[in-house]
C-alpha cells in the first residue's frame, strides 16, 4: 500500500539551522556559513541530478539524502524538476518525511529547487509536450514562449512548474527557487533585449511567489553565462545588472539572492579570471557577488566524475579520496561568498567518505594556492586576489 503523508509546513529559518548546527558535536565549527538571511548552512550539499529515471535510483537518492541529513552534516538539499524526470523532487520529498519523522524539521532543512526546462514525468507517463499542449489549449502561453522545444521562462507556464515541484517535494514552501539555465538556453536564440524583457517578467513572478510564501527566496542557476568574457555577446550575464534589475522589480528587499554555478579544476573562471564589469571596473565573479551580497552556491566540484582523472597528489590532512580532496580544495576557496558546493553522491561509501569533510577544517589560505600551483612552479602564473 502506498503510504500517505501531509505536506511539510515552514521554511527553513534561523534559529531551526543554527540548532542543526548542534546535532553533531564533532563537525568543525567553520563548516557552517551564514547566508544573508541568516542561515547556517553547510559549506557542501547533496546534489540529485544524476541517474536513471527507475525505483533503484529512487532508493539510492532517498537513501543518501537521509543520510547525509540524519548525520548532522549536511543541511544542503538541491534538486531541480528535470532531473531524473521530476523522480529527483519527488525522492528527495519522501526523504524529508522520513528526516521528519526523526525530528529533523522543516526549519533546519535547506531546500533548493530548480524550474525552467521543459520535463517529462517518469512515473505519470507524462511528456513534456504534453504539459506545454495543456497551458497552450488553456490560452497561458503561446508556441513563441517556448525556445528550442525545451526551455520556457513565461510566468505561467513557471507558476505550473511551481506547483508541480511543491507538490513533487511535499512542502509548501521552497527556501530557494532557482531560474534554470535561463540565459545559456534562452539569450542566444533572443538576443540580449528580448532576454532581458522576459528576464523582468521571470522577477515579477518570483516576488509575487514570495509574497504567496511559495518560495523564500529566489537565484539564477548557470552554467557559463558567468564564466564568461564580457566580449562574448548573447552568453555573457552582468551579476550587476542582474541585482539592478531584482531592485527595479522588487525593490531593495528583493529576494534575488543566490546565484548557483560550476566551480572546479577545469571551470576556474569565477574566482581566477576578472570578466564581470563592476562599477567601471573588471573585477573577478566571487568578489562581484561578495559586494553584492549575492549568495554564491557552487557545483559540478567532480564534473560528473570526470574531474577525478585530474589526480590531486598533494596531500590534505584526513582526506583520502581524489573525489573527497576535490571537494575539499572547493569548499576551501578563499572567499567567504561561497556559502555551499553541492556534490552529487548516491553510492554508499562515497556519502560516508564526504560526510567526513565535515570533521575536517578546510585548506589555508596559503595550502589552498599551493595545491593549484604547477608541479616545480614557486608562484601561480596569474596574480590573484580575492576579498
Known amino acids: 500500500m502506498r503510504r500517505c503523508f501531509s505536506v511539510l509546513k515552514g521554511k527553513a529559518t534561523p534559529e531551526g539551522t543554527e540548532f542543526f548546527t548542534r546535532k553533531n558535536p564533532k563537525v568543525r565549527e567553520w563548516h557552517w556559513k551564514l547566508t544573508s538571511s541568516y542561515l547556517s548552512i553547510s559549506s557542501f550539499g547533496i546534489g540529485t541530478y544524476i541517474g536513471a529515471p527507475d525505483e533503484e535510483t529512487d532508493q539510492q537518492v ?32 519522501k526523504a524529508l518525511q522520513a528526516l521528519a519523522e526523526q525530528n529533523i524539521t522543516r526549519d533546519q532543512v535547506f531546500l533548493a529547487s530548480k524550474i525552467g526546462y521543459i520535463p517529462e514525468d517518469a512515473d505519470k507517463g507524462l511528456t513534456g509536450k504534453a504539459i506545454i499542449k495543456e497551458l497552450e489549449e488553456k490560452g497561458e502561453i503561446k508556441s513563441e514562449d517556448i525556445v528550442g522545444g525545451v526551455h520556457c521562462m513565461h510566468p505561467n507556464f513557471l507558476k505550473d512548474q ?65 564564466r564568461s568574457p564580457s566580449s562574448e555577446q548573447n552568453i555573457h550575464l552582468s551579476l550587476e545588472k542582474v541585482v539592478e534589475l531584482a531592485e527595479k522589480v522588487g525593490g531593495k528587499d528583493h529576494g534575488m539572492k543566490y546565484v548557483q554555478l560550476p566551480i572546479n579544476l577545469m571551470m576556474p573562471e569565477a574566482f581566477v579570471q576578472p570578466w564581470q564589469s563592476y562599477k567601471g571596473k573588471d573585477e573577478i565573479f566571487l568578489n562581484v557577488a561578495k559586494d553584492l551580497g549575492i549568495n554564491v552556491v557552487t557545483s559540478s566540484p567532480l564534473l560528473q566524475s570526470k574531474i577525478l582523472e585530474l589526480k590531486l597528489s598533494k596531500s590534505m590532512l584526513g582526506v583520502e579520496t581524489q573525489a573527497a580532496k576535490h571537494l575539499q580544495l572547493i569548499r576551501s576557496i578563499p572567499s567567504s561568498s561561497i556559502k555551499s558546493v553541492l556534490v552529487g553522491m548516491k553510492n554508499p561509501r562515497n556519502v560516508t567518505m564526504n560526510l567526513q569533510l565535515g570533521k575536517i577544517d578546510p585548506l589555508e589560505k596559503e595550502d589552498f594556492w599551493n595545491v593549484l600551483k604547477p608541479e616545480g612552479k614557486e608562484h601561480l602564473p596569474i596574480s590573484i586576489d580575492l576579498w
Open 62 to 93: 532517498y537513501n543518501a539524502v537521509v543520510e547525509s541529513v540524519s548525520s548532522g552534516v549536511v543541511n544542503v538539499v538541491d534538486t531541480a524538476i528535470n532531473y531524473r524526470y521530476q523522480k529527483a523532487e519527488r525522492s528527495v520529498g
Open 162 to 226: 511551481l506547483k508541480r515541484s511543491l507538490e513533487n517535494l511535499q512542502v509548501e514552501t521552497l527556501d530557494l527557487l532557482y531560474l534554470h539555465n535561463a540565459a545559456e538556453s534562452q539569450m542566444p536564440a533572443l538576443g540580449e533585449a528580448e532576454f532581458w524583457k522576459r528576464l523582468e517578467k521571470v522577477f515579477e513572478f518570483m516576488e509575487e511567489a514570495r509574497s504567496q510564501n511559495q518560495i523564500v527566496d529566489y537565484g539564477m542557476a548557470t552554467w557559463i553565462c558567468f
